[in-house]
């Protein structure tokens, strides 16, 4: 069955420390992905995709996710959180029409 | 450009009583979507327009919401009647549409929150 499962519920790090959150998909291609960012009370602002080509992309506010075709993952990264990151993250496949979410994980920035 | 306009941001309801979203979304976004996000879960797709059409409503339970997008451009949803686990955010989404990478960039709304009592 298609699916896209982010395995952590909610992570804290500390400011200035690096993140990165998971995302693992289960597709029979490879389905185009994206990474999405939420605020309280806000909407979904994408910030970043993968397509095709290169499987390191670059997105807003210094993000970046790495495609691996043989772990079927999607991981984001950023090297430096900053405060202003805590958020909700989701992870996002699509193939043709098809869009699916992931369950998302919640992100706590310590001082 | 302008985003993707949702109202109203909240309302309260109580169970049984109907409620309405609309939603506009980008100028020249041929792709409309309706997603359900109940508290701490992803979006839940409900509904998929390309224009005026249909494209894929399979998780939208018909018996109490209906949607329509008339003319192509802007949208409704509705509830009739609401029940407690109604209680949600409901997010519209428009995308270019058609085919390539870049149809499916999603550009989402504020979203509307429900609460049902």
């Known amino acids: 069955a298609q699916s896209v499962t982010q395995p952590d519920i909610h992570i804290t790090v500390s400011e200035g420390a690096s993140l990165e959150l998971r995302c693992n998909y289960s597709?029979?291609?490879?389905?185009?992905l994206f990474w999405y960012v939420q605020s309280p009370g806000q909407g979904l602002q994408l910030l970043l995709k993968?397509?095709?080509?290169?499987?390191l992309v670059q997105g807003i506010k210094g993000f970046e996710a790495e495609f691996k075709r043989s772990q079927s993952s999607f991981n984001l990264r950023k090297p430096s959180v900053h405060w202003s990151d805590a958020a909700e993250y989701f992870c996002?496949?699509?193939?043709?029409?098809?869009?699916?979410f992931g369950a998302g994980t919640r992100l706590t920035v310590k001082p | 450009e302008a985003g993707v306009a949702q109202s109203p941001r909240y309302k309260i309801i109580e169970k049984r009583q109907s409620v309405a979203f609309w939603c506009n979304p980008i100028?020249?976004?041929?792709?409309l979507y309706w997603y359900q996000q109940i508290l701490g879960q992803g979006p839940k797709l409900l509904i998929q327009?390309?224009?005026?059409?249909?494209?894929?409503d399979s998780q939208l339970p018909k018996d109490r919401f209906s949607a329509e997008r008339l003319k192509g451009v802007d949208s409704t949803l509705k509830i009739q009647p609401a029940k407690l686990e109604d209680s949600a955010v409901y997010l519209c989404?428009?995308?270019?549409?058609?085919?390539?990478?870049?149809?499916?960039?999603?550009?989402f709304g504020a979203g509307s929150r429900l609460t049902v009592l």
């Open positions: 989404a428009s995308s270019l549409g058609g085919r390539g990478a870049g149809a499916n960039v999603l550009t």
């Open positions: 597709y029979g291609a490879t389905p185009y």
């Open positions: 993968y397509f095709s080509g290169d499987t």
């Open positions: 996002a496949v699509g193939v043709g029409n098809d869009m699916r």
């Open positions: 100028s020249g976004h041929a792709t």
């Open positions: 327009f390309q224009n005026n059409g249909v494209v894929d």
